[in-house]
């Protein structure tokens, strides 16, 4: 059982159910719980309705735990699941900056596999 299958059984919800709180289709639940990747608002829409159930959800319990810095090279974690984390803390920071008007100085950290120049 992955990760979204287990919280939407410790929520008690169907797919349709999650579907309809989520703002996304029944297939896209389908999707996730086979291990598609969940993209950043849904999982803050999942955090969200977890909550008016009464349960807590964090983006851990949605994508895993953050990996140690010395443990980042020799990762069991596919690649595209890397990408789907760097994208969340990126969004993450956007949102606190509009939300809270905090400045960002500097930028953010570009992966040893980006080619491009800058």
């Known amino acids: 059982m992955n990760r979204i299958s287990s919280i939407r059984a410790q929520l008690g919800v169907t797919q349709t159910a999650m579907a309809d709180a989520l ?8 999707h996730y719980e086979r291990g598609q990747g969940v993209p950043p608002e849904v999982a803050k829409r999942l955090i969200a309705f977890a909550l008016t159930l009464g349960h807590e959800v964090s983006f851990d319990d949605i994508y895993g ?10 990762s069991a974690v596919p690649d595209g699941a890397r990408i789907g984390r760097q994208a969340m ?3 993450t920071l956007e949102t606190a900056q509009d939300n ?17 120049s800058g």
């Open 65 to 74: 735990p953050p990996l140690a810095s010395g443990n980042r090279g020799a």
């Open 89 to 91: 803390t990126t969004s």
């Open 23 to 30: 703002h996304v289709t029944q297939g896209n639940i389908s």
């Open 100 to 116: 809270f008007g905090i400045e960002l100085v500097g930028s953010v950290p570009r992966s040893g596999n980006d080619r491009r």
